[in-house]
């Protein structure tokens, strides 16, 4: 029976999937014996794995290493500059005395930047997923088709999703930035569905490799219809899963290091789906 | 030779049990084959070497078991799928008796249970099939087909070295397969997975997730949908449009039932039910409606009830431009010198407000045009939508004052000519209409003035 990488995250499952590995050596391709591989990049279900040397992955390209470090020094330049201002470059007392954030909202084709659309298709399923400006500017609608038939990979047993998640934003040398959410303790969304059950996930950085997969999650009920509906979901309420798999440990989520949020949906059957997001997220 | 079988046969420590207590007296052995079928209670050593390989089995000359041990080899040359045994049970009816009939079957051609694992699978995936996927009494079923107290491991080697793998993990499907439909364990889930894996398997552990996850995430939905939703499309379109209406006091008005007419000629007419909502704020909007400015039959607009898609239509305005607002006067007798002030009506302060807020960005940027009314309507077409008009100009009667522009999608359907509209009030001046075919908004202007 193939065993699918879903069901292989029990605590005791991974040392299975340690064990199979090791009884598989080749000596043709570099393999990493460590946890590294387990935890390493994501390798796609379906997609031959990524067996290159290390050296093979470099490219060169001079002048994109000049816009580079043009753009790089820019920025780094604004933040030395906004420190002094304050903390993430604003004035120190609108940091101590807010009460609410306007993390994102929606006024105009550039903030779509923002958000990165994905559906089942990036693991060979049928599902779409496609993000538009909604009326007046003002808005953001997500829409396409579900579709639940799995990828025929051998592997996944599950399938049918699609999601709209916050690009992770940069600093100077593509290092990640992370929102500092500590001074707040809900998160507000104003949105309108079609009556289908979404998932609000959100990530945070971590420490050590092993937390690389682990996300806070909660669910948004849409009720349908043309009235917008509000949301305020404490960030107490959200429980910790990883890859998908909900851990017996649960601890609440650091709000100092958070890295993207993202809404999904999963449906069971061919659907078509339409969700409309206002405005912003506040907290 | 009979050493190395145990061996191989073999696959956990056991055999050192096994293998000391292999000279036994063969009457034990006959004993042990009068038992009846299932032997729930564990009678020590001799109820596991029932289940447990036939090495030892073998190895006792007993002539009519060989025999039959070799009739059966030579039976079971074909491969044959457990699915065929659902096949030829699903011909009569897809049931839950049908179900358990085969489940029974099962059970009864072999004591040892052989290949119940890849069984069990087979089950899961034709559950939903035979309509029993919600059952809880199916899913304990389905375990009891699992050998009792065989997978139990009895030292602690066993119990690190995730004993009988495979039935553990047929186990966690089962108990996944539940949490996927969203049902609850009950006690006899639990008594039945201690028996077959003991209490510390992975099947008992994800038993305990499911009893703390489930009943923390089975009522958290504010607007809950019932797994068995009406067929009948009143009903339906009742329980739709009390959920997107948002508004307790709103009413629900059937403007037509549906129906089937059969016309002099011989046709079959056929009339859609037409059931819509409209709440008091709803009302008063659309008495302060401009009857200058057009109002819009928006739709069919989707709603996912679990699995089933209605579709419902809106009546609504465009935003009104600021400049062309009209700010209701407040009573003078509530705001201003005169009024109480224990229970003011307006308060200056609003309180909400910190000073570090961020007054730059204002929800009310995003507004939009008001919802005068909701409904729902068997067909989608321009005369349903128009017979609903007609039954809102009942409450409203600013209705008739108010040019009313139909914007459809029509999707795979056709839009009807304003030609073929009849008015059920008999109007006048229907202006010709061309109907303009855009694929993104289709926008029927057909401008008809009631009276």
């Known amino acids: 029976m193939a065993v699918s990488r879903v069901t292989l995250q029990t605590p005791a499952g991974v040392c299975g999937l340690f064990r199979r590995q090791l009884l598989q050596p080749s000596l043709s391709h570099p393999t990493i014996l460590s946890t590294r591989s387990i935890y390493g990049e994501y390798k796609r279900p379906g997609q031959p794995p990524d067996k290159r040397w290390p050296w093979e992955k470099i490219r060169f390209d001079f002048s994109k290493g000049v816009e580079g470090i043009q753009k790089h020094f820019g920025l780094l330049k604004d933040e030395f500059v906004g420190r002094l201002r304050g903390p993430e470059g604003r004035p120190l007392l609108d940091h101590m005395l807010e009460q609410t954030l306007v993390q994102w909202e929606f006024r105009g084709p550039e903030s779509l930047d923002q958000w990165v659309v994905s559906s089942d298709k990036e693991i060979g399923g049928q599902s779409e997923a496609y993000l538009k400006l909604g009326k007046n500017n003002t808005t953001c609608m997500l829409y396409g088709t579900l579709c639940s038939v799995p990828p025929r990979d051998g592997e996944t047993r599950y399938s049918g999703y699609c999601t709209l998640r916050s690009k992770q934003t940069l600093l100077s040398f593509d290092r990640k930035r992370h929102f500092d959410w500590s001074t707040f303790n809900t998160l507000y969304i104003r949105f309108r569905g079609d009556g289908r059950p979404w998932m609000i996930n959100i990530s945070a950085e971590m420490y050590f490799s092993h937390n690389k997969n682990d996300i806070y999650s909660y669910f948004l009920y849409t009720r349908g219809g043309p009235y917008w509906q509000e949301v305020k979901i404490p960030f107490s309420k959200f429980f910790l899963s990883s890859r998908g798999r909900i851990q017996d440990d649960q601890h609440c989520l650091w709000l100092d290091k958070v890295c993207w949020t993202n809404s999904s949906a999963k449906s069971h059957s061919r659907k078509e789906y339409h969700f409309e997001n206002i405005a912003n997220l506040r907290m | 030779m009979k050493i190395t079988r145990f061996l191989m046969r073999t696959q956990h420590a056991g055999w050192i049990t096994l293998f000391v207590k292999t000279p036994i007296k063969p009457s034990c052995f006959h004993a042990a084959l009068l038992r009846p079928p299932i032997p729930r209670i564990c009678i020590g050593q001799e109820a596991r070497w029932i289940h447990c390989g036939s090495t030892v089995y073998k190895d006792k000359p007993d002539n009519s078991d060989l025999s039959k041990l070799f009739e059966n080899e030579t039976k079971a040359k074909s491969l044959v799928t457990h699915d065929d045994l659902f096949e030829r049970t699903a011909k009569d009816a897809k049931n839950k008796a049908s179900f358990n009939r085969v489940v029974d079957v099962f ?345």
């Open chain 2, 107 to 451: 059970n009864k051609q072999d004591i040892r249970r052989r290949g119940h694992v890849e069984f069990i699978y087979a089950a899961l995936q034709k559950m939903p099939e035979f309509g029993v996927e919600r059952d809880l009494a199916v899913y304990n079923k389905l375990l009891d087909v699992f050998p009792k107290e065989v997978f139990v491991p009895r030292n602690f080697i066993q119990r690190m070295f995730n004993h009988y793998p495979r039935q553990q993990e047929c186990a966690v499907q089962v108990l996944e397969q539940m949490e996927n439909y969203g049902i609850v364990p009950n006690v006899e889930t639990k008594v039945l997975l201690v028996q077959i894996f003991g209490e510390k398997g992975h099947p008992v552990r994800k038993y305990q997730r499911l009893m703390y996850w489930l009943p923390k995430f089975k009522h958290i939905n504010p607007f809950p949908v019932p797994f068995e939703l009406t067929q009948d499309p009143i009903d339906l379109a009742r329980f739709s449009l009390t959920r997107i209406a948002n508004d307790l006091d709103a009413k629900i008005t059937v403007y037509q039932y549906p129906s089937t007419d059969v016309t002099e000629t011989g046709e079959e007419v056929t009339q859609p039910h037409i059931v819509g909502i409209q709440g008091p704020e709803q009302i008063s909007l659309l008495a302060k409606h401009n009857p200058n400015r057009p109002v819009f039959v928006e739709g069919p607009f989707p709603l996912w009830l679990r699995k089933t898609c209605v579709q419902y239509y809106l009546l609504r305005a465009d935003l009104v431009p600021p400049e062309e607002r009209v700010q209701d006067e407040p009573d003078p007798e509530l705001v201003g010198p005169n009024q109480c002030l224990f229970y003011p009506w307006q308060i200056d302060l609003d309180l909400s407000r910190d000073m570090g807020d961020d007054f730059s960005y204002d929800v009310e940027d995003v507004e939009e045009g008001p919802v005068y009314a909701m409904c729902m309507a068997g067909q989608g077409d321009q005369a349903t939508l128009a017979r609903w008009i007609c039954g809102l100009q009942e409450t409203n009667p600013i209705l008739g004052r108010i040019p009313t522009v139909f914007r459809l999608e029509s999707g795979s359907r056709e839009l009807q000519t304003a030609a073929d509209v009849q008015h059920d009030s008999g109007q006048n001046s229907q202006s010709g209409s061309e109907q303009e075919h855009i694929i993104e908004e289709e926008q029927l202007h057909s401008q008809r003035m009631k009276q």
